[in-house]
């Protein structure tokens, strides 16, 4: 920029030189032109002074003395006039003759006169054009040059400015510059530095920059520094600082030992420990459980397939733990006790398994061991320690709890199977642990194989069954044994009816629930199976309800994962609502069992029930043996009487004592009683003259579609014969 300066005011001293000249050559030029008219116009002065002269003696008195005209005509030579005109006075006579002429003489010098006054005037009009055009040239140029001087000032301050900003900028920024010399010492460092490295900058300048590196990565930094390539390229290393911090750094690097500005090697650096870290823990957190810490799924898959690439000729197995019963722990104390249950099986397995071996939870309560270099005796010895240390007692809330969990083997052998096969081979053996009750263990058959995967089929076709439209309702009555005790007419009044599931299989035909519901709970299908039962139930109800007879009571049995699921009491209304059906006439069941299980979680959950309108059966009731002691506090309308107790009341004395303690007890908390699975006439006579309200069983009906069910409200059904 100085250069550019200067040479601007070397260009412009020969411009001003030529402009003052210019001015001068001007200023003469208007000197010259007046002196001109000055000398020309003074001559024809004096010519007009003599002839007016001689003008005005002539028109004197004529007695006056006669003019001298010779001595006129001298004077006007000597004024420079032309010789024609001093001839032509010289010979005039006096008289007319003179007078003509000196007028003719006048009117030349007037003429002569307005002709050297138009040239004067076109002079110096030319001369102020000339000076006009000449100062008004010689202004252009002083206003461009003060603009280019002032752009050039501009200019230079901001290039001053914008330098002085970058420096500012560089100075400040979170990525750091530092210059290495080409003995890598750094020779110049941001103030940002400081913060990168953990010391002050001052003490960085002088220090060989791999010396704070960490020493895996020291050696190619080093490597890079010593190729110089030319253009940029990426580095990243790790620093250690003082403080013990390791920090990973990202970055430039740039050869600029050639530039006279910085002739140095300089790296562009910036922390990026956060980044780092968190894709840390993000990849942590995609291949680990996040309950456990232990390896999920996904992980446990890819160390399988390595393990089976790499294991030659030697041992691999394969342990799967399904832990028992797990769904009742959930139900009995909540999710929160469940997760804290499923983090102490996850330690309990950490401390079972060697170096070496990996853990996992795949999923549930479902853990898994990958054992290498173990052959099937050797992860017996582990499954063995693994039911040890289950058995071991823990408490949740305040209560000891004791886990078991079925365990299948399944070993690599030596014929080639993947990691996908050998898993699936495990679960076939966890089935058939499970078969053989808690705390068992089942090693892998090819025989087992085709029964699980037919289980698996199943499961995979009640999946579809719930969205194709597969599954039915068929109902059975629950009659009033009031109206049908002796006194009264042959015929029993339908109280209600039970809604009882069916699965129409396309190829098994119609399936009973015992051969699916108990698939669905062990798979979790039993909440989006019960909620579509529930709302077919409620649509079922309103269209049995008949002008004329007392209303129609539908009940539907709940699982407890079903009550538990969030929202359940919501559904329930909702159903209810959409189907139009009054609340007073649905009947929830649930087993004693399940309500024992867990009658901490489902009693607020059956009272928020209860208050909707919604009546409470307790189904199974006398199985629990325990079941005395709670029922008082629970908020229920019915005790449905287990088939295994009404089977005995009419032989067995202490079978229909029971049953006698169980309608005293329900008359006194005020009470319905539903005797279930009545088959004999005996059997309903006895239930009737003990009390018990209603009566369900194949002595009135078994289980029927919904037009055999509508059927049966017209007329009353007769006593003691079945209607299929």
Known sequence: MARHAGGSAARTVPGRVLVVLGTLVVIGLEFVLLFGVHLRSGPVTEQRV??????????????????????????????GAQADQVRRLRTADDGGAARAVVDDLAADLAAQRAQLD??????????????????????????????????????????????????????????VVVVLGADGQVGYATDSAEALFGVPVAQLLGTAIHER??????????????????????????LTRPDGRTVHVEGVFANLLDDPGVAGLVLTLRDVTGRVELESRLTHQALHDPLTGLSNRRLFADRLDHALRRRGSRALTVVLCDLDGFKDVNERFGHAAGDALLVEVAARLRTVAREGDTVAR??????????????????????????????????????????????????????????????????????????????????????????ALERLQLRADLERALVAGELVLHYQPSVSLVTGAPAAPGRLEVHGFEALVRWQHPTRGLLGPGQFVPLAEDSGLVVPLGTWVLQEACRAAVSLQR?????????????????????????????????????????????????????????PLLARLRATGTRIAVDDFGTGYSALSYLRDLPVDVLKVDK?????????????????????????????????????????DWLAAAGVTYGQGFLWSRPVPLVEAAAMLVPPVPVGHPTR
């Open 50 to 79: 003599v002839v007016a002269e001689v003008a005005g003696a002539l028109a004197a008195d004529p007695s006056a003395a006669p003019v001298d005209l010779d001595a006129a005509a001298d004077r006007l030579a000597a004024a």
């Open 547 to 603: 002008a004329g007879r007392p209303p129609v009571v539908m009940s539907v049995n709940v699982a407890v994962a079903q009550l538990t699921e969030p929202g359940f009491v919501e559904l329930v209304q909702a159903a209810l609502a959409d189907s139009g059906l009054d609340p007073r006439l649905l009947v929830l069941e649930i087993t004693e069992s399940a309500v024992l299980a867990g009658t901490e979680v489902v009693a």
């Open 644 to 684: 295994s107790f009404v089977d005995h009341v009419v032989d067995d004395a202490q079978g229909a004592s029971l049953v006698e303690a169980i309608i005293t007890l329900a008359r006194s908390l005020d009470l319905a009683t539903v005797a279930e699975g009545v088959e004999e006439r005996a059997q309903a």
């Open 118 to 175: 138009l040239q004067a005037g076109l002079s110096y009009g030319a001369m102020l054009v000339v000076a006009s055009v000449g100062w008004m040239v010689w202004f252009r140029r002083l206003v461009a040059r003060h603009r280019r001087l002032q752009a050039e000032v501009t200019e230079q301050a901001a290039l001053v400015a914008s330098e002085g900003r970058l420096a500012s900028l560089v100075r400040r920024s979170a990525d």
């Open 362 to 451: 795949l999923g549930g309560d479902e853990f898994a061991l990958l054992l290498e270099d173990t052959d099937l005796a050797g992860a017996r010895e582990v499954a063995d320690r693994v039911h040890d240390w289950l058995a071991v007692p823990l408490a949740l809330d305040g209560t000891a709890v004791t886990v078991s969990a079925g365990i299948g083997l399944a070993a690599a052998g030596t014929q080639g199977v993947t990691g996908e096969e050998l898993l699936q081979h495990a679960d076939v053996a966890v089935y058939q642990a499970k078969d053989g009750g808690r705390r068992s263990t089942a090693e892998y058959e090819p025989g087992l194989h085709t029964a």
């Open 213 to 238: 590196v960490l020493r895996s990565d020291a050696e190619p930094l080093v490597a890079l520094l010593d190729a110089r390539p030319e253009g940029d390229a990426e580095v990243g290393f790790r």
